[in-house]
């Protein structure tokens, strides 16, 4: 099984709101990844736990705040986003961040900041 | 620093015919991984295959195939038999020790596949 889930799939929220995002594995994977990605690019990272400690942090801006509660779960919590911020995050786990350790990515959230 | 040539914007081809994705990538380090990645119009990213630097075959995967030149520093995709579902945009992705082992990714082809 190398199912990663994530909710919500889809997130509509002001600029004032907070919201968080979350992502779950169930298989025993260690390194867990926040990304994001606009139309019709790659996705970009944004964050990286390993063994539940936040080991990158791509200079992301402090409105997007990451938690890793448990080895199995990881949240990004959100909080006066601007409207640039609207894209497709992903959420993706991998055994370790090892070079030949594949990443499992989840369905995503589209988040629309209006 | 590494990077991932994807030089196919837009690829169309008959179903049923074979495809090759086409991948280059630059790296000094000696030891690395290449992916590639499906992500359909619903947006999730799925893993295909992957190929280590060091493998002496080329991996494969059901209608899969990479095709590895070491020399060349290319890792192209060849979907055999292609079906309508392969309509997606593809990425090909590399991690080494440079970069903190980071997934680099390319620009990606977005592949179309006529009835």
């Known amino acids: 099984d190398t199912e990663v889930t994530q909710t919500p799939k889809h997130l509509v929220m002001g600029m004032t709101n907070k919201k968080s995002l979350k992502c779950e594995q169930h298989m025993g994977h260690r390194a867990m990844y926040w990304y994001k990605q606009k139309a019709k690019k790659p996705p970009e990272l944004m964050f990286v736990y390993s063994y539940e400690k936040l080991s990158i942090n791509e200079s992301v801006p402090s409105r997007f705040s990451p938690e890793c509660p448990n080895s199995s779960l990881l949240n990004l919590h959100l909080h006066a986003l601007q409207p640039e911020d609207s894209a497709l995050y992903l959420c993706?786990?991998?055994?370790?961040?090892?070079?030949?350790?594949?990443?499992?990515f989840g369905p995503g959230t589209r988040l629309l900041v209006l | 620093a590494q990077k991932i040539t994807q030089t196919q914007p837009g690829m169309f081809v008959q179903e049923k015919e074979a495809v090759t994705l086409d991948c280059t990538y630059d790296?000094?380090?000696?030891?690395?991984?290449l992916f590639w990645y499906k992500q359909p119009s619903s947006g999730e990213m799925i893993f295909l295959i992957y190929?280590?630097?060091?493998?002496?075959q080329n991996a494969t995967e059901g209608r899969y195939s990479l095709n590895f030149q070491k020399a060349r520093k290319s890792a192209n995709l060849v979907i055999s038999a292609s079906q309508l579902g392969d309509s997606a945009m593809y990425f090909c992705a590399m991690k080494g020790i440079q970069g903190a082992q980071k997934l680099v990714f390319g620009q990606g082809t977005r592949l179309t596949i006529n009835p």
């Open positions: 790296t000094s380090d000696p030891s690395y991984g």
């Open positions: 190929q280590g630097s060091y493998d002496q």
């Open positions: 993706a786990s991998s055994q370790d961040r090892g070079r030949q350790e594949t990443q499992y």
